[in-house]
Antibody, heavy 122, light 112 residues
Framework: QLQLQESGPGLVKPSETLSLTCTVF??????????WGWIRQPPGKGLEWIGS???????YYNPSLKSRVTISVDTSKNQFSLKLSSVTAADSTVYFC??????????????WGQGTMVTVSS | DIVMTQSPLSLSVTPGEPASISCRSS???????????LGWYLQKPGQSPQLLIY???NRASGVPDRFSGSGSGTDFTLKISRLEAEDVGVYYC?????????FGQGTRLEIK
């Protein structure tokens, strides 16, 4: 059964770079036709898509964050990662990693990690 | 960006009774392949979202048949035929037609 697990620092200083990793268990990123994405959710609020990437290339970002975001796939570790630069308090949210097909299911996210809270504070 | 608008924003329903949530998009979600790129998710308290419905009306694996999705173009509906206690949480619609992928504000469903 496919499982995703986020990991990374729970506290990041303002202006620094937030780095999170999502480890995939039960499937291989490199043989999969899926995209691997990041979504975030401020406490008690709605969901915001950050971006998605495929191991073979093809990365898409939310324009609202594009200048600060990098998503990459590491097939050797069966992981994908999120880097968000120049963080502020507004980036203090829960971050989810998730899997989705690009076409067949209408890009629906069918498997999610449990989420990890990141706080931006000095 | 495609704006997704849900209504109502909160809902209180008696167990065993039906429930319905509406989702409207600012642009048609009908793809050239004939499918509507609309999904529904449920986020139970303290959990990550789970996929209920994809392509407007297809139930995801393991989703009870009391959940159904309908609609086309810009107007969509999620229906729960008989509410159970485990159905409480926040329901979101999401469009997958264009990037950025966008979600509705969420509808909080509670037991009356």
């Amino acid at each position: 059964q496919l499982q995703l697990q986020e990991s990374g620092p729970g506290l990041v200083k303002p202006s620094e770079t937030l780095s999170l990793t999502c480890t995939v268990f039960g499937d291989s990123i490199s043989t999969s036709t899926y995209y691997w994405g990041w979504i975030r959710q401020p406490p008690g609020k709605g969901l915001e898509w950050i971006g998605s990437s495929h191991h073979g290339g093809g990365t898409y970002y939310n324009p609202s964050l594009k200048s600060r975001v990098t998503i990459s796939v590491d097939t050797s570790k069966n992981q994908f990662s999120l880097k968000l630069s120049s963080v502020t308090a507004a980036d203090s949210t829960v971050y989810f990693c998730a899997r989705h097909a690009w076409g067949g299911s209408g890009k629906a996210f069918d498997v999610w990690g449990q989420g990890t809270m990141v706080t931006v504070s000095s | 960006d495609i704006v997704m608008t849900q209504s109502p924003l909160s809902l209180s329903v008696t167990p065993g009774e039906p429930a319905s949530i509406s989702c409207r998009s600012s642009q048609s979600l009908l793809n050239s392949n004939g499918y509507n790129y609309l999904g529904w998710y449920l986020q139970k308290p303290g959990q990550s979202p789970q996929l209920l419905i994809y392509l407007g009306s297809n139930r995801a694996s393991g989703v009870p048949d009391r959940f159904s999705g309908s609609g086309s173009g810009t107007d969509f509906t999620l229906k729960i035929s008989r509410l159970e206690a485990e159905d409480v949480g926040v329901y979101y619609c999401m469009q997958g037609l264009q990037t950025p992928l966008t979600f509705g504000q969420g509808t909080r469903l509670e037991i009356k």
